[in-house]
């Protein structure tokens, strides 16, 4: 028997957004020689599951399978749940019958809903920055929830080898600067999938306040939506900002 530690990434699905790609990358930097880890799409698969895949990662597709979630379960010593907060019923009421020895969850979302049952069985409840976790604890600390001894803060991973291995040379980068009109600018951004619940209108308001202590200050920004670009233009901000497609 191995004395590896055997632990299960899982998520809803894997398809190729934001949430999944924190699961892999998980997953390609976990230690092998102590982890034997296993990825789970409890609904569906995707362009993700044929990536891990490749990775020599074990992968299972479930397709809403509770049966074959449960065998899974008892088999598993760690549980690292990614998803939204919302801590689905089909999902938990396995996990509450086959309670791993530790059940982690990164809150992509931050939420949470007053009364689910099963938030009893998260061990740890890690938010990816301060300002979310800040947020949950000051919303619930009015109703007088207390949770801070399982909300922790555990900013996503970041692949540094591979942005390494992929930076612009600097000659590409004053190329781009020059076709933008952004010589002699100091530049900040925002990247993103073109979909306002991805977009926090917070990143718009801070650019009104930069652009009187910032001189020559422009502002990138790769997939906006029409509303975003409605509430740039609302703000008086069409001359500092510089849009690029996805």
């Not at 939204?84 to 019923?89: I, K, N, P, Q, Y």
């Not at 809903?113 to 009015?142: E, P, Q, T």
């Not at 996503?156 to 000659?171: A, G, K, S």
Request: glycine residues 8%; neutral net charge.
């Amino acid at each position: 028997m191995s004395d590896k530690i055997r632990i299960v990434e899982a998520s809803n699905a894997l398809g190729l957004g934001g949430t999944e790609y924190v699961l892999q990358l998980f997953c390609k930097y976990f230690d092998k020689d102590i982890f034997d880890i296993t990825v789970v799409g409890f609904y569906s698969g995707g362009p993700r599951a044929d990536i891990l895949a490749a990775m020599g990662v074990k992968v299972e597709l479930l397709n809403g399978d509770r049966n074959r979630f449960a065998e899974i379960l008892e088999k598993t010593d760690v549980l690292h749940w990614h998803g939204s907060g919302r801590l689905d019923e089909d999902v938990f009421s396995v996990v509450e019958k086959h309670k791993p020895r530790l059940v982690l969850q990164t809150n992509v979302f931050g939420k949470f809903y007053k009364g689910n049952r099963f938030y009893k069985l998260i061990d740890y409840d890690f938010y990816v920055s301060k300002m979310c976790l800040v947020r949950r604890m000051c919303r619930d600390g009015y109703s007088g929830l207390k949770y801070s001894d399982k909300r922790k803060l555990l900013y996503n991973p970041v692949d540094y080898d591979f942005i390494q291995e992929n930076l612009p040379t600097f000659v590409a980068v004053q190329e781009l600067r020059e076709d933008l009109g952004l010589v002699d600018c100091f530049v900040a951004g925002r990247i993103g999938r073109a979909d306002d619940h991805k977009f926090d209108l917070v990143a718009i308001d801070a650019i009104s306040l930069l652009r009187y202590k910032i001189p020559n200050f422009r502002f990138l920004l790769v997939g906006a939506t029409e509303k975003i670009r409605k509430y740039v233009s609302k703000l008086g901000l069409d001359d500092i900002v510089v849009y690029i497609e996805p």
